[in-house]
């Protein structure tokens, strides 16, 4: 599983990290909002680089920007081979890629919590994340069907009551849990 879920991942976090970008750009264009330079400073500040005052390299930021994109696929693809699949388990990878993103910058001191944030600073970066993690999800569940259901999904099928889908359940069944 661990090496499917190793290629399948970087895929798939690589396809997130794409779409997030075109994404983007495209709010970027309607809004006027600048490039961000934060990955750079991060990745400058994690491996000792020597930092630059103002504009940041486009190399180093897009290193670290696709970088994490793609690793942290690592995990979405892991969460789809072990049956994690579908819209809810994309929701709870979103919170990990937003939690990942919240300690790598304040534990360098490149960033702040997000509560002391613009509101549109933060809805903007809330709704990229997400769109990151809903494609960076579709892909790893497309890759990972491809063998078969995962174990949670064969022990689900197994029990009364449970359903092997990665769907919600029913209405009827919600209070079966």
């Not at 709704?127 to 063998?147: M, Q």
């Not at 949670?152 to 079966?176: I, K, V």
Request: positive net charge.
């Amino acid at each position: 599983m661990m090496k499917h879920a190793l290629w399948q991942g970087l895929i798939a976090g690589t396809a997130g990290a794409v779409v997030m970008t075109l994404g983007e750009k495209a709010e970027q264009r309607l809004t006027g909002r600048p490039d961000s330079h934060v990955p750079a400073r991060v990745l400058e500040r994690l491996t000792g680089m020597a930092e630059r005052p103002g504009r940041q390299p486009e190399p180093v930021n897009w290193v670290m920007h696709f970088g994490q994109g793609a690793l942290l696929g690592v995990l979405r693809s892991v969460m789809a081979h072990a049956g994690l699949r579908g819209p809810w388990s994309s929701a709870k990878f979103a919170v990990v890629r937003l939690t990942n993103d919240q300690i790598l910058e304040n534990a360098t001191g490149v960033g702040a919590p997000p509560p002391s944030w613009p509101r549109r600073e933060l809805a903007v970066d809330l709704l990229h994340k997400t769109v990151y993690a809903f494609v960076t999800g579709v892909v790893a569940d497309a890759l990972a069907a491809r063998s078969g259901p995962g174990p949670g999904q064969r022990h689900a099928a197994m029990r009364p009551g449970r359903r092997a889908g990665a769907g919600p359940l029913p209405r009827q069944e919600a209070h079966s849990r």
